[in-house]
């Protein structure tokens, strides 16, 4: 049999708050195919088998790429879904302790509010004492008509062009089939309608965000 590839995680922890730690954000994968039930070897290791105290082998990757901004005075906006959630914690973690001016923006979507509002005491925290400006949650599956995060992006159209005028950086975590061509889809219109420009004109735009490195994406 071939060696088993590796997993990779979004860190969800700052090393200035948790220098000793690495905090992960794991879903766990269970489902029945064929009437047997499956497991993800990865997930359900690290959710159902692995003990404290126990070693596990792990190695950190580095993300030059999806990374804050230089300056501590920029914005950001921060779009995650599901587990594409940890590395905003981390941001936010990071911010906070490093008494950045730049405010932070996050959007969530998850399916349920009840089950799936992660870390949802901490980010009410941070909404309180001012780590988050604003926060934007997308429950998918509480109500008959199923809203999503890219919903809320279009529902705050003036909001995300008013902190993309002021030179907010954009950042993108999630699946990557059904979350990031529909941000950078919604990104757009939103673009469109509040700039007055045509279709292209505004795709043009989103494309220079990204020559910027000002719309990032860590999607799988």
């Given at each position: 049999?071939?060696?088993?590839?590796?997993?990779?995680?979004?860190?969800?922890?700052?090393?200035?708050?948790h220098?000793d730690?690495?905090?992960?954000?794991?879903?766990?994968?269970?489902?029945?195919?064929?009437?047997?039930?499956?497991?993800?070897?990865?997930?359900?290791?690290?959710?159902d088998?692995?003990?404290?105290?126990?070693?596990?082998?792990?190695?950190?990757?580095?993300?030059?790429?999806?990374?804050?901004?230089?300056?501590?005075?920029?914005d950001?906006?921060?779009?995650?879904?599901?587990?594409?959630?940890?590395?905003?914690?981390?941001?936010?973690?990071?911010?906070?302790?490093?008494?950045?001016?730049g405010?932070?923006?996050?959007?969530?979507?998850?399916?349920?509010?009840?089950?799936d509002f992660?870390?949802?005491?901490?980010?009410?925290?941070?909404?309180?004492?001012?780590?988050?400006?604003?926060?934007?949650?997308?429950?998918?599956?509480?109500?008959a008509?199923?809203?999503?995060?890219?919903?809320?992006?279009?529902?705050?159209?003036?909001?995300?062009f008013?902190?993309?005028?002021?030179?907010a950086q954009?950042y993108?975590?999630?699946?990557?089939?059904?979350?990031?061509?529909?941000?950078?889809?919604?990104?757009?219109?939103?673009?469109?309608?509040?700039?007055?420009?045509?279709?292209?004109?505004?795709?043009?735009?989103?494309?220079?965000?990204?020559?910027q490195?000002?719309?990032?994406e860590?999607?799988?």
């Amino acid at each position: 049999l071939r060696p088993l590839p590796s997993r990779a995680y979004s860190i969800a922890s700052s090393l200035l708050v948790h220098p000793d730690e690495v905090h992960l954000t794991v879903g766990a994968v269970r489902y029945e195919a064929f009437g047997r039930q499956k497991h993800g070897v990865c997930s359900s290791f690290l959710a159902d088998r692995v003990a404290v105290g126990d070693v596990a082998r792990v190695y950190v990757q580095p993300n030059e790429y999806f990374r804050l901004p230089q300056s501590t005075d920029t914005d950001i906006i921060m779009i995650g879904a599901g587990t594409g959630i940890a590395p905003f914690r981390a941001f936010v973690e990071e911010r906070v302790e490093l008494g950045a001016a730049g405010r932070n923006w996050l959007l969530f979507g998850n399916p349920h509010f009840t089950t799936d509002f992660l870390y949802q005491a901490e980010w009410q925290q941070h909404l309180k004492r001012g780590g988050l400006a604003k926060l934007d949650v997308a429950f998918s599956r509480d109500q008959a008509e199923k809203i999503y995060v890219q919903d809320r992006l279009l529902e705050n159209s003036r909001d995300v062009f008013g902190w993309l005028e002021n030179g907010a950086q954009l950042y993108v975590c999630g699946d990557k089939n059904r979350l990031g061509g529909a941000v950078q889809t919604a990104l757009t219109q939103v673009v469109q309608k509040e700039a007055g420009l045509s279709a292209d004109e505004a795709a043009a735009y989103v494309k220079n965000l990204r020559k910027q490195r000002r719309y990032l994406e860590d999607v799988y």
